[in-house]
């Protein structure tokens, strides 16, 4: 079985602060572990994807997250926020089924 | 190069229409995916195709039934619509490797059943 943690459903973090936004995830088999973005009133866009190659994988637009087999965790994040960044993260893990973590709002202010 | 596309964007129903909801993506790809978003629980499973005139239940398929007679479209159904079912509806596509590749998604409808 597979399950995923969003620790924070809200962070809120000033423009060219850094951002981090937290998922823990369990998994009977190797995850693939995903974090998507969704924009208001958008669809949402695959960020960046982990499946077991470099545990530092690097996403688009400045994102990244590290895989922590250890830990369980697959936290995203961004050096310096841009106010595009605004938008829900959703964490993902996958094996025989996939599952979406219950999303992430991040807020970024001026 | 329109990728996945969804239609209609926005359609309100009263309690025991049935509507269908049209998903259809230019990529080729062999695998597809109904899901629907609600608030505070990220998105969940209705249906999905592992390819063409093939379909299978996923986490919450009661009140939907789903048809793929064309590997590029992929209908979403409900037959008596309820307001439990007023929800945001994601279509997603992806090439290979069910619920382990990169899963492309529409821009959604939005159905309020009243």
């Known amino acids: 079985a597979q399950s995923v943690t969003q620790l924070d459903s809200h962070v809120s973090v000033s423009e060219g602060t850094p951002v981090l936004l937290r998922c823990n995830y369990s998994?009977?088999?190797?995850?693939?572990l995903f974090w998507y973005v969704q924009h208001p009133n958008k669809g949402l866009q695959l960020l960046l994807k982990?499946?077991?190659?470099?545990?530092l994988v690097k996403g688009i637009n400045g994102f990244e997250a590290e895989f922590k087999k250890s830990e369980t965790s697959f936290h995203l994040t961004k050096p310096s926020a841009h106010m595009s960044d605004a938008a829900e993260y959703f964490c993902?893990?996958?094996?025989?089924?996939?599952?979406f973590g219950a999303g992430t709002i991040l807020r970024v202010k001026s | 190069n329109a990728g996945v596309t969804q239609t209609p964007k926005f359609r309100v129903l009263k309690t025991g229409q049935s509507m269908t909801l049209l998903c259809a993506q230019d990529?080729?790809?062999?695998?597809m995916y109904w899901y629907r978003q609600d608030p505070g629980m990220g998105l969940r499973l209705i249906h999905y195709?592992?390819?063409?005139?093939?379909?299978a239940k996923g986490e919450v398929p009661d009140g939907y039934n789903v048809s793929r007679l064309k590997k590029q479209n992929f209908l979403l159904g409900l037959e008596s619509a309820a307001p439990s079912q007023t929800s945001v509806y994601f279509c997603?596509?992806?090439?290979?490797?069910?619920?382990?590749?990169?899963?492309?998604f529409g821009p959604g409808t939005r159905l309020t059943v009243l």
């Open positions: 195709s592992v390819g063409e005139g093939t379909t």
């Open positions: 990529m080729n790809h062999e695998y």
């Open positions: 997603a596509s992806s090439l290979a490797g069910v619920f382990t590749d990169t899963q492309y």
């Open positions: 993902v893990v996958s094996g025989n089924k996939l599952v």
């Open positions: 998994s009977s088999y190797s995850p693939s």
């Open positions: 982990y499946t077991s190659a470099a545990t």
